[in-house]
């Protein structure tokens, strides 16, 4: 497994961070590198994307995609801090592709919240240079933001937030070992929901035709007991029953607990995506 980890914006100048009780480019750097001993010590192969200085802000961005994108990453990750013009912000916000609910990225934000902050969700990112631009599926992470009450919960619990990103991406990643969360949440089942018609569940987490076991039918749900779990150039669940299930959302969707809600979320996903085949 490889990662890209930019740290988020140059040392200074142009393309420089935003700061208040903390320095944004300066923190960035002390998580990425943190965040670098704990997946290399875990058999991640970690590729550094940061970027000190550039003649602009646009040349910063880009010549930190061009440093994600000239190597096969299986995931490209940009630390960041947060800021507000009334200084009244307070939390972690993670962005994805058309604001994707990744269970990883969700997981980020809940890991971060249970330190001391408020978890500000998984939001849309698409409109972000790095987003948009890499190859690799990619996460960019609002630690918190840069004035109090944020800044000294972060100073003081540096080493958990640090671990608590670890522990959040590491199934996806292939992190062995994998860390200890630094806070037990309460443990949530998950579940995946079949949108199409004649799916594949496998018996191992292979794409080979020799690991199918049986096909599934549109609106069967399985517990998720693992993942999802890179394989190849794709990714799969691993369900209660010990079968796998590819991750892709365009064939399954997922969720944590049965509501009306979320019920109304998914008959809606399954009617889109139907509706534009």
């Not at 923190?27 to 590198?33: A, F, H, L, S």
């Not at 249970?114 to 698409?126: C, D, I, M, P, T």
């Not at 960019?140 to 009450?149: A, Q």
């Amino acid at each position: 497994m490889r990662i890209g980890l930019n740290a988020g914006h140059t040392l200074s100048g142009a393309g420089s961070g935003t700061s208040g009780a903390i320095v944004e480019s300066i923190e960035t750097r002390r998580v990425c590198n943190r965040l670098t001993e704990m997946f290399k010590s875990s058999g991640v192969d970690v590729v550094p994307c940061t970027v000190d200085k550039a003649a602009s802000q646009s040349a910063y961005l880009q010549q930190a995609v061009n440093m994600a994108n000239r190597t096969d990453l299986d995931y490209f990750i940009s630390i960041h801090f947060n800021n507000d013009k009334a200084r009244k912000g307070h939390g972690v916000e993670v962005y994805t592709y058309k604001g994707r609910q990744y269970p990883d990225a969700v997981e980020v934000c809940e890991h971060i919240a249970a330190l001391g902050f408020s978890n500000r969700g998984v939001k849309e990112g698409s409109g972000l240079y790095v987003i948009k631009k890499t190859k690799a599926k990619s996460m960019l992470i609002e630690v918190c933001f840069v004035n109090d009450p944020d800044a000294t919960v972060y100073q003081q619990k540096f080493e958990q937030i640090c671990t608590a990103i670890a522990y959040a991406l590491a199934d996806y990643v292939q992190a062995q070992p994998k860390p200890v969360a630094p806070v037990q949440l309460p443990e949530k089942k998950k579940y995946v929901k079949v949108l199409v018609d004649g799916l594949a569940v496998r018996k191992r987490a292979s794409w080979d035709d020799s690991a199918v076991d049986h096909k599934v039918q549109a609106n069967e749900v399985f517990t998720i007991a693992e993942g999802p779990i890179k394989v190849g150039g794709g990714s799969m669940y691993k369900l209660k029953s010990g079968l796998h299930i590819t991750a892709s959302e365009k064939y399954v969707s997922v969720y944590e607990r049965k509501s009306l809600f979320l019920l109304h979320i998914e008959i809606r996903t399954y009617v889109l995506y139907n509706e534009s085949k």
